[in-house]
């Protein structure tokens, strides 16, 4: 199937369309705008900046990537916004360019989904297979690894990390970094186990399951101080890889974990 470009979109000179492209009516496409192959623009989307879409993406109507940060200290600067493949991205979602001073790049990865109205702030990390439901909203620099879902009507601070495989619930109030494999809710949020359903599903063996378990318990159940459930769980990961997941998190993590 060639590229469809309906006659009332814009496409700006300089933009790069790929092959099998549909951009739906009323779409706007800036100069510095690049587009993968099969990707389909339903209807009023914007996508503006220096921006790279990846290939075979779904992009509902009233969808604004790359446009100017809300970032009072941004002046105009070239920064870049870049999404992978396959993402599913819907109605009205809004994902802003990077900054200078948070590495110059928002990024988004493939394979995930962002519902309705969810919000992407500037120099956000997400990682692939990631799922943020209806009005979910990331701060600026919050980085989501993979796997992660965030529920609806859900907010995460500035610079708050997410780790792997974390199920964050509707209405929640995320304030400090998120352990791998949690579960979290409140406002502010607090652990509430381990996300044992996803992890099966991902095709956790037993052992693996067992070793996150008593990870978590070391670092919430066993009454010991952080530093100390970091030794324990090295430990654990000597052995188990899966919980080097939680080594690896606590390495960057820079605000502080829910306890």
Known sequence: MATEIHPSSVIEKGA???DNV?????????????????????????VNGHTKIGKDNQIYQFVS??????DLKYRGEPTRTEIGDRNMIRESVTIHRGTVQ?????RVGSDNLLMINAHVAHDCYIGNHCILANNATLGGHVQLDDYVIVGGMTAVHQFCVIGSH????????????????????????TPHG??????????????????????????YRNGLTLDEAKSEIA????QYPEAQLFVDFFARSTRGIIR
Request: aromatic share 8%; glycine share 16%; net charge positive.
């Open 102 to 106: 948070g590495g110059e790049l928002t």
């Open 166 to 189: 974390v199920m964050i619930g509707g209405c929640s109030g995320v304030a400090q970094d998120v352990p791998p494999y949690v579960i979290a809710q409140g406002n502010h949020a």
């Open 16 to 18: 790069k369309i790929g």
């Open 235 to 238: 430990t654990i990961a000597e």
């Open 22 to 46: 549909k951009i739906g009516p009323f779409c706007f496409i800036g100069a510095n705008v690049e587009i993968g192959d099969g990707t389909f623009l339903k209807s009023h989307v914007v």
């Open 65 to 70: 990537i790359g446009e100017v940060n809300q």
């Open 194 to 219: 381990v996300n044992y359903e996803g992890l099966k599903r991902r095709g956790f063996s037993k052992d693996a399951l067992q070793a996150i378990r008593n990870s978590y318990k070391v670092l």
